[in-house]
């Protein structure tokens, strides 16, 4: 599986609630690093399996939550920079931001979620 095929699978499996496929691509030890507001659930550093969880109950809370791929690159062999767009989330404008993830040996290693849009205190 490709980096950008792990990262897919991961994304899906966390929408849909499909936590033992999520966590069977992430690795042991995995982090999510929220560059958002120290009180926002998306804010701070957790371990992979509260991340699942937390995509889980945003995807249930927020059914309207729609988000566009502007861009996508592979940096080397184990990173994964995605620029998104959305709405529907907790942003009453539209919402932006670049996700990085490092995957390695088709496991999760790292997500690291950096708004470009709300100064930090929404979601994207």
């Not at 996700?99 to 709300?118: E, Q, S």
């Given at each position: 599986m490709t980096p950008e095929e792990t990262v897919d699978a991961f994304f899906l499996a966390a929408f849909t609630g499909d936590r033992e496929t999520a966590l069977s691509l992430a690795?042991?030890?995995a982090?999510?690093?929220?560059?958002?507001?120290?009180?926002h659930a998306f804010g701070g550093t957790r371990p992979i399996a509260e991340y699942v969880d937390l995509i889980f109950?945003?995807?249930r809370t927020h059914p309207e939550y729609r988000f566009d791929r502007v861009d996508r690159k592979t940096i080397g062999d184990?990173?994964?920079?995605?620029?998104?767009k959305s709405?529907?989330?907790?942003?009453?404008?539209?919402?932006e931001g670049l996700m990085v993830m490092r995957v390695r040996d088709g496991k999760l290693l790292r997500v690291f979620a950096i708004p470009a849009t709300g100064r930090g205190r929404y979601g994207f």
């Amino acid at each position: 599986m490709t980096p950008e095929e792990t990262v897919d699978a991961f994304f899906l499996a966390a929408f849909t609630g499909d936590r033992e496929t999520a966590l069977s691509l992430a690795a042991d030890g995995a982090e999510h690093h929220g560059d958002l507001d120290a009180d926002h659930a998306f804010g701070g550093t957790r371990p992979i399996a509260e991340y699942v969880d937390l995509i889980f109950d945003w995807a249930r809370t927020h059914p309207e939550y729609r988000f566009d791929r502007v861009d996508r690159k592979t940096i080397g062999d184990e990173l994964v920079v995605t620029h998104l767009k959305s709405t529907g989330g907790d942003d009453p404008d539209p919402a932006e931001g670049l996700m990085v993830m490092r995957v390695r040996d088709g496991k999760l290693l790292r997500v690291f979620a950096i708004p470009a849009t709300g100064r930090g205190r929404y979601g994207f």
